[in-house]
């Protein structure tokens, strides 16, 4: 089973890249024959989407070779940043670039979406729209979490989830997308 797992944030410190990265290890943990990449958006970084540049460009081939990481996989993982209760930027202009693609960008792949901040919120303003929204693009969302307080909840130096019950939680998500 191939897994690709991506925080959604172009962040080099983003902390939902660690816990997709996380789940994604959890993963392969619990079921051996998972291979788990995790993607950087960096590497995928694109002009400012709009019609023009879209006549312009073309489809641009970070694009094509995102569209095809999430095609060759068997299920996804995403943890998502939250800018002003919304996606990222960088998120949202990749995903909108490679809508013009196909717009069942997730291809009918089963999902387990997280979210987390530093704050009480989890990011779970952005999890919700994006929970709700998945379907629309061929998603098969299987299990979402939200993990409020970061810091206080995720050892960094261990990179682990300290927090009992959410680890419980994310352990019984991701048996729901690997099974």
């Known amino acids: 089973m191939k897994i690709i797992a991506f925080g959604a944030s172009s962040s080099r410190q983003s902390i939902n890249k660690q816990l997709a990265t996380y789940a994604a290890n959890l993963a392969a943990e619990i079921q051996a024959n998972i291979d788990a990449e995790v993607l950087d958006l960096n ?20 694009a094509k070779i995102f569209f095809d990481k999430l095609g060759e996989s068997d299920a996804i993982i995403i943890s998502f940043a939250e800018h002003n209760g919304s996606y990222t930027a960088a998120y949202k202009n990749l995903f909108d670039w490679t809508s013009r693609i196909n717009q069942k960008v997730f291809q009918s792949k089963p999902m387990l979406l997280l979210a987390t901040s530093p704050g009480p ?15 629309y693009f061929a998603g098969e969302v299987k299990a979402s979490l939200s993990v409020p307080n970061f810091f206080e909840h995720f050892d960094m130096k261990n990179n682990r989830l300290t927090n009992d019950e959410l680890h419980q939680q994310l352990l019984n998500a991701i048996k729901l997308l690997i099974t």
């Open 43 to 62: 590497a995928f970084e694109l002009p400012l989407f709009s019609q023009d540049k879209e006549a312009e460009l073309g489809q641009p081939e970070a």
């Open 121 to 135: 919120g989890g990011a779970s303003s952005v999890l919700a729209a994006a929970t709700a929204s998945a379907p």
